[in-house]
């Protein structure tokens, strides 16, 4: 085991950083981990994505530049999907300091309010920076041009 997250936290998706360090979504809160393989112990939060729920997909277009699925989807029982809630975060890890846990640049790069339930994410293109994103319950496939925001 690399790193153990308290009961009930939902391990959702990983990346694995040009550096060897992985990226960490989680299902159950909207956060996001860096942890060291090295040094699994412990862990510190990079980023809250509040108001929303859970942090699904990533990708990573570049080197240490990452794209994220946030939203609202509950996995309390009733289980709510979060329809209409979902957004799409550039995560620039360029600058970033492990140590401090600085020099992370989050941006909103676009709301897909018609997203039923975005869950896995991919890199199409690097160059042209062109992500894609599924939509489990709908069926959906969403391209999205990280550049534009379209």
């Known amino acids: ?12 998706s990983t990346a694995v950083r040009s550096s060897v360090r992985l990226l960490v979504t989680i ?24 108001p929303f729920i859970a942090i699904l997909g990533i990708t990573e277009t570049q080197p240490d530049r990452f794209y994220v699925i946030a ?26 300091n492990s140590i401090t846990t600085t020099g992370a640049s989050i941006q909103e790069v676009m709301a897909l309010t018609s997203a039923v339930l975005l869950n896995g994410m991919g890199t199409l293109s690097s160059s042209s920076g062109l992500i894609i994103a599924a939509d489990s319950a709908d069926g959906a496939i969403y391209l999205v041009d990280t550049q534009t925001g379209n």
Not at 29 to 42: D, F, M, V
């Open 71 to 96: 939203g609202s989807l509950s996995l309390t029982p009733p289980i709510d999907p979060g329809l209409g809630t979902y957004t799409i975060y550039s995560v620039d890890l360029q600058n970033f």
């Open 27 to 50: 299902a159950t809160a909207p956060e996001l981990y860096p942890i060291s393989p090295a040094s699994s112990k412990t862990s510190t939060l990079l980023h809250t994505f509040a």
């Open 1 to 12: 085991i690399i790193h153990q997250f308290p009961n009930s936290t939902w391990v959702e």
